[in-house]
């Protein structure tokens, strides 16, 4: 949806981008409550799970694997979206809007949110390499150039990057659960712990 807006809408994305990160922040924190209700219930079913819930244990027990399996990731997702939301609008401002459209924060922010922890960590490298790159093409593009009659900026935008390489993660990260890359896998679990 953001993609498309992002390619065909762009006035629709930029009055509701706003709107639009609350609305996934709301979503992420309501999924989250949700999957927490939901592994309560999983336990309640199994007989072996069972003795881990009220009245054999203390609903402490309960509340506090929970908070760390899924409330701490989502914690983590939200301070590295607002984080990354109000660095990126601060340095844009102090630099007279020279690195993002007003539009880019939120989509980055909105990619960390959906990606989750502690995908959002790849994400950023991948964007700052990609913009790296691109800038870099950029500058060798210009300068091969002989001809510079028209004014080509010498920024270079990531704003369809965003959401292109937050898909290009999710994408990555089902394929590497759907066929068991265990190398993968470990590696998402040791940066969780960590």
Not at 14 to 19: C, G, Y
């Amino acid at each position: 949806m953001i993609l498309g807006a992002q390619i065909i809408l762009r006035p629709y994305l930029v009055k509701r981008v706003k709107l639009i990160f609350w609305l996934v922040l709301a979503f992420q924190i309501l999924l989250t409550f949700y999957d927490v209700k939901k592994q309560y219930s999983i336990w309640q079913t199994s007989e072996l799970t069972n003795r881990l819930l009220p009245p054999y244990q203390p609903i402490g027990f309960f509340l506090s694997y929970g908070f760390s399996r899924f409330l701490i990731p989502l914690i983590f997702s939200v301070a590295a979206a607002l984080i990354f939301l109000f660095l990126t609008k601060y340095l844009n401002r102090r630099f007279q809007e020279r690195f993002f459209y007003p539009e880019e924060s939120y989509l980055g922010a909105i990619a960390i949110l959906i990606i989750s922890h502690p995908l959002w960590a790849v994400y950023l490298i991948l964007i700052i390499l990609s913009v790296l790159i691109g800038t870099l093409a950029k500058k060798i593009i210009l300068k091969l150039k002989t001809n510079n009659q028209q004014v080509i900026t010498n920024r270079f935008s990531p704003y369809y990057l965003w959401t292109l390489l937050a898909i290009f993660i999710i994408i990555i990260n089902k394929i590497a659960t759907a066929h068991n890359w265990e190398w993968f896998l470990m590696a998402i679990k040791l940066w969780r712990i960590g």
